[in-house]
Structure formats: structure tokens, C-alpha cells
């Protein structure tokens, strides 16, 4: 009889808890406290480092059969990344100024002190961003629009003065000059087999044209945005509004191919290429008003949502990935969804499904599922990336994309609560 009293006094202190917290308080806090730790770590440790200064993912393996298992067809021999050695294996993996993901850290960093008002944050923010101003001239890449906008496009937001701008007007200037307007789209890559490689991911870049304009007060960088856009949303959908990875245009705007770089493949549905797409085309509205681009945004997140596979939605790295236990997740899909299905429910007429899926994304990333505990995880908040998994690169990882993504969705969903 004791015992059941003992027992009933607990369940009734448990009872009194779990209605004087806020669940929803409880987690956010949590999946808050854990970032600024991680982040706020790994910028203190990583002061020496100026060749190198910014983490990127773990350095990760591959076995070529389970490869082939996910791919579902022979590996290409000549596409895969040296594994590395033990003495990197496992370990954090660094990258520099000129890596495309250069400017996820910094912009973590921004979101972390936006979140938290930790001024420490807000010093290391300041640090690793400027690392970044020899980018606005660099010529070679499309992701000079991801580096610049995650750094100094966040610095513009929460510490704005006249440098930030002529930064992020430069670097819009430098974008534009891969713009070609027979095509109507702005180049990608510089390597590779193709003519004039376009991929989904350029998307993204575009949320930089539009800050430029607006900075300028000349239109000709959201001109090239919307024309981009138009152009992609012409040529990179199947009728099913999933997406190609790769369009390869001839000099006079028809398609020379379509195919994948980092999906399973040609015909495959890459889960983040699948986000960039409905990041992107919820980004053109917002800043157009054009009824075709929320259109767009809206076909391609309903089909993320009727194509996901897995019980918690965190999708496989591919959306046509084989269904088994050992299909690695991309958390960075994940959490790229999530940011974008948040600012589309604000848009969209049918918007609470949108905000509820990304909830339910938000949810599952910040359990201990896929949320590192303190002081693990090489420094980085969230687990179970992937980059590439046909190159063997960056499988079943965190990676720094992930954590900037999963912060701005963090930032959008609060500021949804107030
Ligand atoms: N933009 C390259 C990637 O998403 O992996």
C-alpha cells in the first residue's frame, strides 16, 4: 500500500510538472541550448586554423558494395572520393575560404545569436564572416550566392552598415557575369562533361539577386533571378514536379541533358536537390508575387511530402533510395524543408500543412535521434547527413549545411510562436 501511495505521490508530481511546462518550450530550448554550445565551441577552437577555418562535415568512408546496394547499379569507379585515411577517418573535416559551404559556419554562428543574445556569438560571427570578403570576386563557382548570403547577408540583418551591402552588391555583380541570357540562366559549375551545367541547387542563390536589387536600387540582378527561375521551372520538372539534379543547356538554350551529380541516379528524385527546389521557388515568391513561382513551390512540396519513405520524414539521401535499414538519412534535406515549408505556409492559401510538416521535421531533428548531445559530434549540432553518396562522399554524417538550415528554421518557427 505504500508503494502505491509512493507511486501516486510520483505520478501526481509528474502530472503538476507536465502541466506547468510548455512541451513546446521544453524542446526548443533544448535543441537552443545544444546549438550554442556546439557552435560556440568549435568557433573557440578553431582560432588558429586561418588555411583552413571552417568545419565542413566528418571525414567519412565508403564500401564500395554498399554503395552499390544504394545505388541499385554498378558504382562509377571514376567518380568516387579517395577514402580517407584512419588518421582523418572520423575525425572533423575543415575546409577554406573557396569550399561552397564556407558560409554555413558563419551564418550558424548569426542564427546562434539571434536565438540565444549571446554576445560572444555575435563576436565570433563577425570573425569568421569577414574571412569571407575575398569571395565576392570569386568567378568560378555559382555558390558564391550560398556563401555570401548565409554570412554577409546575416550580418546585413542583425548588424547592418555600408560594407556588408557593397559585399553582398559585388558579389551579386560577380554572379551575374555567369548569367547567359540566350540561355536564360546562370551557370553552375565550370567543370564536369557538360555544355552549360545548371543544377537545382542554383536556386538558392537567387535570395542574393533579389538583396542586391533592393540594396542598388538597380533591377538587372532580380531581372536575371526571375529569369533563372522562369527557366529552370520550364526545364528541370518532371510532370510529377520532382526535379532533375542536372540540366546541361546548348549555346542556344535547348537541352543538351539531364541528369544527376549526387542522386541515385539520372531519373531519381536527390532529396536536397527536391528542398532546394521548393526553397527556391517559395524565396522567387516572396520577393515577385509571381503566381507561377508559388505555384511551383507548392507542387513540389506536396510531392515531398507524398514521395517520403521514412516514419519520421527525415528523408533517405534520395527520395527513390532503397527502403532498407541501412539507407542512410540527409538531415540537411531535412532541415532545408523544414526552413522552407515554414516561410510557404506564411504564403501559400492552404498553408497550415506546410507548417505542420515542418513542425513535425523540427520536432524529430531536435530528438536525440539526430540532435548531438553537448559536447560530441565534432562540434556540429545535428547527425546523419549526406553529402554525395555516389562519389562516397560525406555518407551518414553532420554536416554544416544542415545546422545553418535547421537554425533558420528554428529563427522562422519562433518567430511564428509570438
Ligand atoms: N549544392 C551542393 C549540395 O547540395 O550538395
Not at 521544453?26 to 565551441?41: E, G, P, S
Not at 509571381?290 to 539521401?317: C, G, R
Not at 492559401?349 to 524529430?364: M, S, V
Not at 548531445?373 to 551518414?396: A, F, Q, R
Amino acid at each position: 500500500m505504500k508503494k502505491n501511495l509512493t507511486l501516486l505521490a510520483a505520478a501526481i508530481a509528474i502530472g503538476v510538472t507536465a502541466c506547468n511546462e510548455t512541451p513546446q518550450e521544453k524542446w526548443t530550448d533544448h535543441a537552443i541550448d545544444v546549438a550554442a554550445y556546439q557552435l560556440k565551441q568549435t568557433a573557440t577552437e578553431l582560432t588558429d586554423s586561418t588555411a583552413m577555418p571552417m568545419p565542413r562535415c566528418t571525414w567519412t568512408g565508403y564500401d564500395i558494395a554498399f554503395l552499390q546496394r544504394q545505388l541499385e547499379s554498378e558504382v562509377n569507379i571514376d567518380s568516387l572520393h579517395p577514402v580517407p585515411g584512419p588518421e582523418r577517418l572520423g575525425k572533423r573535416r575543415l575546409c577554406g575560404i573557396v569550399d561552397w559551404t564556407s558560409g554555413f559556419f558563419p551564418g550558424s554562428l548569426w542564427y546562434a545569436y539571434e536565438l540565444t543574445g549571446d554576445e560572444a556569438l555575435r563576436e565570433q560571427a563577425v570573425r569568421y564572416t569577414n574571412l569571407l570578403y575575398p569571395i565576392r570576386q570569386l568567378k568560378g563557382t555559382h555558390d558564391i550566392g550560398f556563401m555570401i548570403n548565409c554570412s554577409y547577408g546575416n550580418a546585413l540583418r542583425l548588424a547592418p552598415n555600408d560594407t556588408i551591402s557593397k559585399v553582398l552588391i559585388e558579389t551579386a555583380e560577380t554572379l551575374c557575369q555567369r548569367f547567359d541570357p540566350k540561355i536564360g540562366c546562370i551557370r553552375s559549375w565550370d567543370f564536369g562533361k557538360w555544355n552549360y551545367p545548371v543544377i537545382i541547387d542554383n536556386m538558392m542563390n537567387l535570395d542574393l539577386l533579389f538583396s542586391a536589387s533592393k540594396l542598388s536600387g538597380d533591377t538587372k540582378y532580380r531581372d536575371i533571378a526571375i529569369s533563372h527561375a522562369r527557366t529552370t521551372i520550364k526545364n528541370h520538372f518532371r510532370p510529377d514536379y520532382t526535379c532533375y539534379h542536372v540540366i546541361s543547356y546548348n549555346p542556344d538554350g535547348t537541352v543538351e541533358s539531364r541528369n544527376t551529380h549526387q542522386g541515385k541516379n539520372d531519373d531519381s528524385s536527390w532529396s536536397r536537390g527536391q528542398a532546394w527546389a521548393a526553397y527556391g521557388y517559395t524565396l522567387c515568391y516572396r520577393e515577385t508575387n509571381e503566381a507561377d513561382f508559388l505555384q511551383q513551390a507548392i507542387h513540389v512540396a506536396d510531392m515531398i511530402m507524398s514521395q517520403v519513405q521514412t516514419n519520421d520524414s527525415i528523408p533517405y539521401w534520395d527520395y527513390d533510395a532503397p527502403a532498407t535499414e541501412e539507407t542512410p538519412r540527409d538531415a540537411s534535406a531535412a532541415a532545408v524543408t523544414a526552413s522552407a515549408f515554414l516561410e510557404l505556409s506564411t504564403l501559400a492559401p492552404d498553408g497550415q500543412k506546410y507548417y505542420n510538416y515542418a513542425e513535425r521535421l523540427l520536432k524529430n531533428l531536435s530528438s536525440k535521434n539526430y540532435l548531438a548531445e553537448k559536447g560530441s559530434n565534432h562540434g556540429y549540432v545535428l547527425m546523419h547527413s549526406t553529402g554525395s553518396l555516389p562519389h562516397g562522399s560525406e555518407i551518414d554524417t553532420p554536416i554544416n549545411y544542415a545546422d545553418y538550415y535547421y537554425l533558420e528554421a528554428f529563427k522562422r518557427y519562433l518567430d511564428m510562436q509570438k
